[in-house]
Nanobody, 126 residues
Framework: QVQVVESGGGLVHAGVSLRLSCTATGLTFNAYAMGWFRQAPGKERVGVAYITRNGDNTYYADSVKGRFTISRDNAKNTLYLQMTSLKPEDTAMYYC???????????????????WGQGTQVTVSS
């Protein structure tokens, strides 16, 4: 049974850093590209960062480029999102998702992902 579990969220002040983690079990982790998505209240879920299965390539939404860094440790079945210079508009539920490596398409199309975590809340106060 596949389980995807995020952690590391919290309530922080603007300008600080936070690191999210995501552990996936029950699957061959290095066979999956991974993405971080976020969803603010009343808004649709959007992709913020994507990493290929070997970690060779990463892609970011314009809104987080230069502030967020996605990385992975395949030996630990773990995905990370280092967030710096947080802004109130970064407030959202953050989700980790896995997409089998051979599935092409838009990096940030949620419909292409096979597995999702339950999310971890990030709240940034001004």
């Amino acid at each position: 049974q596949v389980q995807v579990v995020e952690s590391g969220g919290g309530l922080v002040h603007a300008g600080v850093s936070l690191r999210l983690s995501c552990t996936a079990t029950g699957l061959t982790f290095n066979a999956y590209a991974m993405g971080w998505f976020r969803q603010a209240p009343g808004k649709e879920r959007v992709g913020v960062a994507y990493i290929t299965r070997n970690g060779d390539n990463t892609y970011y939404a314009d809104s987080v480029k230069g502030r967020f860094t996605i990385s992975r440790d395949n030996a630990k079945n773990t995905l990370y999102l280092q967030m710096t210079s947080l802004k109130p508009e970064d407030t959202a539920m953050y989700y980790c998702a896995a997409k089998v490596w051979y599935r092409g398409g838009d990096y940030f199309d949620p419909k292409l992902y096979n597995y999702w975590g339950q999310g971890t809340q990030v709240t940034v106060s001004s």
